[in-house]
């Protein structure tokens, strides 16, 4: 960790070198350890200390056809490094041909503080990351199974000044663990988040994915075709993520590649289907403003099944009449363009035993695995179901079935909703930068297309 | 860093290492991408720093930092072994290492052309001028041109007495154009000459303009907006012949996982999975028809996986993973090989295969592949083509997914044929295939020969906790599989 005022220090320095018209700079710093474990015992246990600075130029272009930019990183904090950089940067501007879509930096705009920090996160020991993992190994191997994951414990800084006034510094923490508990022929899954690692409940997570294990043995094969289908939040966030990648992102809209492209402001979904982007709220990890330095608004994607809108940095913005920035820029150059990072699915009001209940053929669904999207437009996705997957009947869970494979428009499963789940569950998001927050859903003719062996 | 070496693994030992080893790595990159005409992301990285790692009460601990200084060398050391003990809380076995590794020398990525050497404006060019190409065809709604280019110094020494100094240096390129139909809410895209935005090859500036970008590009602009029209891919069972970019995702996703020994042993069964490719099946196990023949080779010239040693300081190696359809080996690391030879006794060899690569400074070796590659046959492509009567032909992925074991899979391509009495027919969009690894190489019955066999690059290749991406080379030719379910899009 830097602090703010030694990162303020080194990004004064290198604006006030900078010759260029208008000059960015984002510095980040981590100090994180993970410890993984499998065959329950740790065998990987690591830690590092980085901090990288990536510097942004803009030259005007003197015939007015737009702005040449070029963009440099190191990770060597020394100052004839950072100016070294500085000059890698301008001289890159200088060499390619000015992009006639760049209109400007973002300027200065009120930052909300958000607190996101925990001293105990940030100073968490090597041995208290052991005891954490052994507390789930020791409970795996007490019940002649084997135990897998991997506890992260980070410390984080992101700050983002410019030339036109900027300087945004943020400082967060991360304390994330996963497992998977093993037998001869099944498996079951676990996860939690938190800003504090005291919040962690290493037992507890230990418990659900042992319980998901035992509950799972000896799984029977089952014929592919349309099920009705019950989906734990962590098969959840993959609709928000797939929808992300596909649909999200103003640049896909303006591509017309989004499954968004043409119906905005029309029904896409069912009507109890809300999907928004929060970077300020308190039920999600806060992240109060972007890579550029924007702060972070929140954009209803889906309201009530509605296509809303997408998110914007400040690039995509320029591109379109009237619209700004909302906050959703990631480190630049990026041609993909904006992502929302801190999604939420809202809740509805039925309990993961109603939904069962209220079942009467259909599978319980823990965890998708290794999901790709075939048909973006659609959002058609292929995956697998893994660590605890169970035929229902008659209103309950009948046996463990074996893993299935499904190939299924993630949007027409949303407009074949049964219900929404009540609670909820915070799971780290894309990339591990921020987090997901959704519930559970039952959602009937879900598509599987293929079964394996276990 | 002699110096820098030495203080870290005397520390070490000095603290109660019983093994230690240090890299040191800076590495370069830059990358150039132009969409519909316009410069959009054109930059410089680097990142340097290094990392220790150590065996202390026979378990593991890794410290990194960005900071190369004395001072940090002697904190990170300290922390690594803090770490290991640690992580001997809660051991259920000795860490084994085997035969001692103590090699020194040189190595660097031969180039003809020093990809640092030509000119920023050089490669805009081509990239301007590949664009232009791509939207030549009105209906292109998106053209992207890439160029990405990498070079990574690592010092490398063990307290066995390694010391090893290696530059890698590899070139990447490629071409897409995005055809959107947004009426009938259609796209379609086409790529070359690899998929996910570029094929990547340890060379230099030789690489790319052997790609001749410029000059394929109309022809992938057509061919994405000809997509939009074509026939959908019919569903069925039938005769599957796979281009050689799609074999090569094949290979990685269905061979060169499984094989991963530590995958096997369980390390990463919380995140990528475990092998349906268990201890017991090594030369019992049927994995392939008696054509196929699969091997690691880290030797190749030009191969995205090809080094001097890998990142235990073993020395880049050739290994024979399928002779004849039967499954007869695995990427190992020199603590894997110990816990195979545990199992499967004393026929398994003593010493690493050469496959721990670590994504970084910042990140511990753990087991990748290097070049896994499918050997050539004996068919010529027009011949195999002409001896299909009716089938399929599907080239360079467009989505791939595979179960936690490596069995399942289904992958999807940009385009693909129909193959009617030994000629190629109508252009056929949105297909998509499914099997099981060993049904599906079982059902080999022809692989095209050396002249249609080369290496391709997957730089985008996922495992670990914290995240690695490893750089890994594939060896196809076209090949011809029988009884293939395809079509499975609704």
């Known amino acids: 960790m830097l602090g703010q005022e030694r990162i303020k220090e080194i990004a004064d320095s290198i604006l006030a070198e900078s010759t260029a018209d208008q000059t960015e700079v984002v510095i980040q710093t981590t100090d994180s350890a993970l410890t993984r474990f499998a065959n329950s015992s740790i065998h990987q246990n690591v830690a590092e200390t980085d901090a990288s600075v990536s510097i942004r130029v803009v030259l005007a272009d003197p015939a007015g056809a737009g702005a040449r930019i070029g963009v440099a990183s190191t990770n060597s904090l020394d100052r004839v490094a950072l100016f070294h950089t500085l000059g890698a940067a301008l001289s890159i501007a200088r060499l390619q041909p000015p992009n ?77 663990i996963n497992t998977v508990i093993m037998g001869d022929t099944s498996s079951g899954y676990a996860a939690a988040f938190a800003l504090d690692v005291n919040d962690l409940d290493f037992e507890a997570i230990g418990r659900e994915a042992l319980e998901k294990c035992v509950k799972s043995r000896d799984p029977r094969p089952l014929e592919p075709g349309e099920y009705t289908v019950i989906l734990e939040p962590y ?57 550029e330095g924007v702060p972070k608004q929140r954009v209803d994607l889906i309201e009530n099944g509605v296509a809303r809108g997408v998110v914007y940095d400040s690039y995509s913005a320029g591109k379109e009449e009237g619209k700004t920035s909302t906050g959703h820029a990631l480190p630049a150059p990026n041609t993909f363009g904006p992502l929302p990072l801190n999604l939420f699915f809202g809740s509805g009001d039925a309990t993961l035993e109603e ?14 695995h290794y999901t790709r999207p075939v048909d973006p437009t659609r959002v058609v996705i292929t995956g697998m179901t893994r660590d605890g997957t169970f035929l229902i009947e008659k209103g309950e869970i009948a046996y463990p079935v074996r893993n299935l494979r499904f190939t299924q428009s993630y949007l027409e499963a949303l407009n074949h909703l049964d219900s929404i789940g009540r609670d909820t569950r915070l799971l780290t998001g894309m990339g591990g930068v921020a987090c997901d927050r959704m519930p559970a859903l039952k959602v009937h003719q879900f598509r599987f297309t293929g079964a394996t062996e276990f | 860093m002699r110096t820098l070496t030495d203080r870290a693994l005397n520390l070490a030992q000095v603290q109660g290492a019983s093994y230690a080893d240090i890299r040191i790595v800076r590495r370069l990159t830059q990358h150039i991408a132009v969409k519909n005409g316009v410069v959009e992301g054109l930059s410089d990285d680097g990142s340097q720093g290094f990392g ?109 007495g390694t010391y090893l100094e290696q530059t890698i240096i590899e070139s990447g390129g490629g071409i897409e154009a995005v055809a959107v139909d947004v009426e009938r809410g259609q796209v379609q895209k086409r790529s070359y000459p690899n998929s996910f935005g570029r094929d990547q090859r340890t060379e230099g500036w030789e690489a790319i303009l ?165 050997e050539p046959g004996e068919w010529g492509f027009d011949d195999l083509i002409a001896d299909t009567d009716d089938g399929i032909y599907m080239e360079l992925n467009r989505s791939w997914s595979i179960d936690d074991k490596r069995l399942n899979f289904q992958f999807g391509t940009e385009i693909a044929y129909e193959i009617k009495n030994g000629k190629m027919g109508r252009m056929l969009k949105n297909a998509t295939y499914t099997g099981m690894t060993p049904v599906f190489w079982g059902s080999c019955d022809a692989i095209c020969d050396a ?8 730089p985008n290749c996922g495992k670990g906790q914290p995240g690695q ?16 379910q395809v079509g499975v899009l609704k």
């Open chain 2, 52 to 160: 220790v790692r150590v065996v202390v009460d026979g378990a593991w601990g890794f410290a990194s930092s960005s900071l190369l200084s004395a001072q940090e060398v002697d904190r990170v050391t300290a922390q690594a072994v803090q770490i290991a003990h640690a992580s001997a809380l809660f051991k259920t076995r000795e860490v084994h290492l085997g035969p001692p590794v103590a090699h020194s020398g040189t190595y660097r990525t031969p180039v003809q052309i020093d990809p640092w050497s030509v000119s920023l404006d050089d490669k805009i060019a081509l990239l301007l001028q590949a664009d232009q190409g791509l939207r030549a065809t009105s209906g292109v709604r998106v053209a992207s041109s890439t160029l990405a280019f990498w070079r990574e110094d690592k010092t490398f020494a063990n307290s066995e």
């Open chain 2, 210 to 374: 052997a790609m001749d970008l410029p000059g394929n590009a109309p022809r992938v602009g057509e061919e994405a907006v000809a997509l939009l029209t074509a026939d959908t891919c019919p569903s069925g069972v039938t005769t599957l012949i796979l281009g050689p970019t799609q074999l090569a995702l094949q290979i990685h996703e269905s061979c060169g996982h499984p094989i991963e020994l530590d995958r096997v042993f369980g390390a990463e069964a919380s995140y990528a999975g475990t092998s349906f490719l268990t201890p017991e099946k090594v030369r019992t196990f049927r994995y392939g028809s008696d054509i196929v023949n699969l091997t690691a080779d880290a030797t190749i010239p030009g191969g995205l996986g090809t080094f001097g040693w890998d990142d235990e300081g073993v020395p880049a190696q050739r290994v024979p993973i399928v002779r004849n359809g039967i499954f007869c080996g695995y990427l190992t690391s020199r603590e894997t090989a110990q816990q195979l030879r545990d199992i499967v006794g004393t026929e398994s060899p003593e010493t690493s295969g050469g496959a721990m690569r670590a994504d970084g400074w910042n990140r511990i070796p753990i087991i990748r592949m290097t070049n896994v590659s499918l």
């Open chain 1, 235 to 291: 098969a959840v966030q993959d609709f928000l993520q797939m929808m992300t990648w596909t649909g999200f992102s103003a640049v896909a809209l303006q591509e017309g590649r989004s499954f968004m492209a043409g119906k905005i402001g029309q029904p896409i979904v069912d009507p109890r289907v809300s999907i928004w982007d929060d970077g300020l709220s308190p039920d999600g990890v806060p992240l109060p403003f972007d890579f």
């Open chain 2, 451 to 458: 002249g249609h066999w080369r290496v391709w690059g997957t």
């Open chain 2, 469 to 484: 991406t490893a750089h890994t080379g594939h060896g196809a030719a076209p090949a011809r599989f029988r009884n293939v």
């Open chain 1, 100 to 176: 006639p879509d760049f209109r400007s930096l973002p300027g200065p705009r009120p930052i909300v503080q958000v607190a996101a920090f925990s001293e105990a996160t940030a100073g968490c020991t090597p041995e208290k990351r052991a005891r954490g993992a052994g507390a789930i190994c020791l409970l795996a191997r007490a019940a002649g199974l084997v135990a897998a994951g991997a506890l992260t414990t980070a410390a984080l800084e992101l700050a983002v000044a410019n030339s036109l006034g900027v300087f945004a510094y943020h400082r967060t923490t991360q304390a994330d």
């Open chain 1, 355 to 368: 939904m069962i209940r209220s079942t009467e053929r259909g599978i319980y669904v823990t965890r998708f």
